[in-house]
């Protein structure tokens, strides 16, 4: 069963503070992605990754920056978080080898900045 | 590049009705076509895809119809439950491993 696992469920931070949203995934898949869902907007595609230190951004990268050191570890930062990044997170994996490049998602994680 | 399209934000169905949700997308030339189902706090689940080989897929009580000269599709959710409401999302593979989602329609079932 594929697991896609983020770090924190719920996160409140300050304005100005650097976040480290984690994800882990279990299935050896090469591709990694990070979301924000907002109301209305759907899922938006920050960062992606094909391989280890690989890094491609995504439509809405301003403001965030990612790390993959392991396969199976995709890392979102924010380096200095600002209200208009409270959002919800949603971190996924694939398999390259997909015809349909379906992909699987973490449990996300609600990020409020005050 | 491909482009896809959920033009009702939202839909409210009684229960026991049919639901029908709405998709459009732009490119042929992908030819898989996803919906996946989101609780809130929580991720999205696969739910049912289609391969464009195919103009209807059943799983239970979810049927999604692909319509390729329109360039549209629709989930079918018969009969709907409570448990079904939830924000749903098309999606179609794209350049690069990637998947493109519509914006959701949030689905209402009301007991």
């Known amino acids: 069963d594929v697991k896609v696992t983020q770090s924190s469920r719920y996160l409140v931070k300050r304005t100005g503070e650097k976040v480290f949203l984690e994800c882990v995934q279990d299935?050896?898949?090469?591709?990694m992605f990070w979301y924000r869902q907002d109301p209305g907007l759907g899922l938006r595609l920050i960062y992606f990754?094909?391989?280890?230190?690989?890094?491609e951004k995504g439509d809405i990268p301003e403001g965030y920056s990612v790390s993959r050191e392991k396969k199976e570890r995709f890392s979102l930062i924010l380096e200095s978080a600002s209200t208009n990044q409270t959002s919800m997170y949603l971190c996924?994996?694939?398999?390259?080898?997909?015809?349909?490049?379906?992909?699987?998602f973490g449990p996300g994680t609600r990020l409020t900045v005050l | 590049d491909q482009q896809v399209k959920q033009n009702s934000p939202s839909l409210s169905v009684q229960e026991g009705r049919i639901s029908i949700l709405n998709c459009d997308y732009t490119n042929s030339m992908f030819d898989y076509f996803l919906w996946y189902k989101k609780y809130p706090a929580e991720g999205p689940t696969f739910l049912i895809s289609i391969s464009s080989i195919k103009d209807k897929n059943e799983d239970g009580r979810f049927t999604v119809f692909l319509n390729k000269s329109a360039k549209h599709l629709s989930l079918h959710i018969v009969p709907s439950q409570p448990g079904d409401s939830a924000v749903y999302f098309c999606?179609?593979?794209?350049?690069?491993?990637?998947?493109?989602f519509g914006g959701g329609t949030r689905l209402m079932v009301k007991p």
């Open positions: 990754s094909y391989d280890v230190k690989m890094k």
């Open positions: 999606a179609s593979p794209s350049a690069g491993n990637m998947l493109t």
């Open positions: 299935m050896d898949h090469e591709n």
């Open positions: 996924a994996s694939s398999s390259p080898g997909s015809r349909s490049n379906e992909q699987f």
